[in-house]
């Protein structure tokens, strides 16, 4: 009569292993991108304190406050959250400077929104254009783009669109 053995053997085992190490391995760039992008979409609605006067400012004077004073905001350090350390009005763009718990891959980087309008016709609203994207059609682009994240961890709507 034979000896069955049953259950795995040692190589087998470390076959498995060594397969879900490469798997590991291979998706953990791709998580750790996650996290930093959703932090990022995270801070953008701390961005709307500063987007109501912007556009009021446009439709009644077609020009854009020059900082956080003329816009009627607090100073930039104090409009704060759990991973922006300052939002800054630049202009009439809208930096966001992250810190406080953000990733260390965008802790102290600048994320830029800025105005797109149709220059001549001011009733026409706001259209805010988040980081390297592009200006929406027939519409002007104003302020600086300070933005220093790599396009790698900005949402896929704070991209530049590749042909």
Not at 15 to 23: D, F, G, M, Q, S
Not at 43 to 54: E, F, G, S
Not at 64 to 86: E, M, Q, R, T
């Amino acid at each position: 009569m034979k000896n069955r053995r049953l259950g795995f053997t040692m190589l087998e085992m470390m076959a498995v292993v060594a397969v879900i190490a490469i798997l590991a391995t291979l998706s953990l760039p791709s998580y750790f991108d996650r996290i930093v992008r959703d932090q990022v979409k995270a801070a953008l609605p701390l961005a709307d304190i500063a987007k109501q006067p912007i556009a009021a400012s446009w439709l009644a004077v077609q020009a854009f406050p020059v900082d956080n004073a003329s816009a009627g905001l607090p100073p930039a350090d104090k409009i704060v959250g759990n991973y922006v350390s300052a939002v800054t009005v630049d202009n009439g763009a809208i930096q966001i400077t992250f810190g406080n718990r953000a990733n260390h891959a965008i802790a102290g980087k600048i994320l830029t929104l800025r105005p797109a309008v149709v220059t001549d016709a001011p009733i026409v609203p706001v259209a805010w254009v988040c980081g390297y994207a592009e200006a929406p059609d027939k519409m002007t682009l104003n302020g600086a783009n300070r933005t220093n994240i790599p396009e790698s961890l900005l949402p896929i709507e704070c991209r530049a669109m590749k042909p």
